[in-house]
């Protein structure tokens, strides 16, 4: 009974309950719960993996600003021209969105007094059981692996244009595909959690700041050199939705949290800290997406890019591009290659930590020269991976964790009518999401 009293006084956007973070990092759990841990452990292989609070708060927004802010920022310009001004309010309320649909990600984690579950997936497996998981599980791990594969081949591409008239213009976009992926391959095999890849998301968070800064300072110049100014609109209701699932899939991390927040020296500070990071975002986006629709009006292109004045900014613009798709790549990749260890028992206390090291790197060796190949020698693979991607990182990312967290704490507290609305709203966008993406990836394919 005083477990249902603290559970239905908690807010609903707050954090982790501090007993359960407490009780789970000081080992105070109670039996009970010491035997459903062991249990859900055991049938999922998640219950051996050794959690590391190394990360501070600073380190997580940079890793949640990195992961949020990739390429899909170049077309936020474009969607301000489908949607109309309106679409800045659609930026607010996306990443409002998101935090709530990633605070939420990560209380599921506490479902349970006593313990913490590891991983989405696991989330997924208390609500609705293994066959859930099963199905979760290939959604996050497709979609994190997809967005890797169409990552390096972007890079592929970029660096094969920017070396354009040049000695290396012979090797051809394959030859840098493979070269991207290297140099990926290079980083993953050394880190083993998040915690160990904090350089990469520094530079890969001031690339993609140059990069914003390099687009609105290009914009803005010119602006002076127009006569007459393209024409804009408030708001266009019948590609809102177009618009507004643009903006949706720039928002993406929630498969990321749970690992981010468990890294985390004072998880007590995650809420705080994906709030400012999102807020963060949402104002470069804002930023890049009335620059580039202001100046340019319903002419805008996407990529920005092709609308910008061609020259030296430009360039330097795409290679800062290129290098953050290739920096956030192994932070991707981490959240994937971690669960998947777990349940292959590659932190077994059992092995030595060499031992731990080969397997690990064998693994993840197969796993990118397998992403590679198909990459290379599969045409079309980044469109195919655009229609699959809309339906796993529509339902993972605004769908499922409305779901989860109805169905795990709908018996420990009460939902208000209200509540039930909000939620209702963000499943109803979630779906707009996948029918709207997911007929624009068929129509392009």
């Known amino acids: 009974m005083s477990t249902q009293t603290e559970q239905q006084s908690q807010p609903l956007l707050g954090g982790p309950s501090d007993t359960a973070r407490s009780s789970t990092s000081n080992g105070d759990s109670s039996a009970a719960g010491e035997q459903d841990y062991g249990t859900l452990g055991r049938s999922s292989g998640e219950g051996t993996a050794e959690v590391r609070n190394l990360t501070s708060s600073t380190e997580v927004f940079i890793h949640i600003f990195c992961i949020l802010a990739g390429t899909g920022i170049l077309q936020l310009p474009y969607a301000l021209k489908e949607g109309g001004w309106a679409g800045i309010f659609y930026i607010v309320l996306v990443a409002f969105i998101s935090t709530y649909c990633g605070n939420i990600v990560v209380k599921c984690l506490y479902c349970t007094p006593g313990m913490r579950l590891k991983s989405y997936s696991q989330i997924v497996e208390v609500a609705f059981g293994r066959s859930g998981r099963q199905v979760v599980r290939l959604l996050k791990d497709f979609n994190l692996l997809g967005v890797f594969g169409v990552y390096i081949v972007l890079a592929g591409i970029n660096i094969n244009s920017l070396l354009a008239g040049t000695a290396l213009d012979q090797l051809g976009v394959q030859f840098w595909i493979i070269a991207s992926s290297m140099m990926v391959w290079a980083v993953i095999v050394l880190a083993r959690e998040v915690h ?34 393209p024409p804009t ?28 927040e468990a890294s985390m020296k004072s998880p007590k500070q995650w809420s705080k800290t994906l709030s400012l990071a999102t807020a963060f975002t949402a104002f470069i986006y804002i930023c890049i997406a009335a620059v580039g629709y202001g100046v340019y009006g319903d002419l805008v292109k996407s990529p920005i890019m092709l609308s910008l004045p061609p ?12 290098a953050h798709v290739l920096l956030a790549s192994p932070i991707l990749l981490t959240s994937v290659f971690s669960e998947a260890e777990r349940d292959l028992d590659f932190h077994s206390a059992a092995l030595s930590p060499r031992r731990q090291w080969v397997y690990r790197a064998v693994f993840r060796s197969i796993v990118m020269l397998t992403l590679t190949l198909v990459a290379v020698f599969v045409s079309d693979f980044s469109k195919g991976v655009s229609i699959l991607g809309a339906v796993a990182e529509s339902m993972v990312i605004f769908v499922i964790p409305i779901v989860c967290y109805i169905k795990l704490f709908r018996d420990k507290r009460v939902f208000t009518r209200m509540e039930y609305m909000w939620c209702g709203f963000i499943v109803s966008i979630g779906l707009m999401c996948l029918l709207v993406g997911t007929s624009q990836a068929i129509a392009n394919y």
Do not use: H
Not at 208 to 226: E, F, N, P, R
Not at 233 to 260: E, R, T
């Open 233 to 260: 609109k408030i708001v266009d209701l019948k590609l809102a939705p177009i618009s507004m699932a643009s903006i949706c899939f720039s928002f993406g991390g929630n498969l990321n949290w749970p690992d981010l």
């Open 196 to 229: 160990d890849v904090f350089l990469l998301s520094i530079f890969g968070t001031l690339t993609m700041v140059a990069t914003v800064v390099i687009i609105v300072w290009l914009g803005l110049v010119d602006l002076d050199y127009q006569e007459v100014r």
């Open 311 to 322: 020259g030296v900014p430009v360039v330097v613009a795409n290679a800062m591009m290129t």
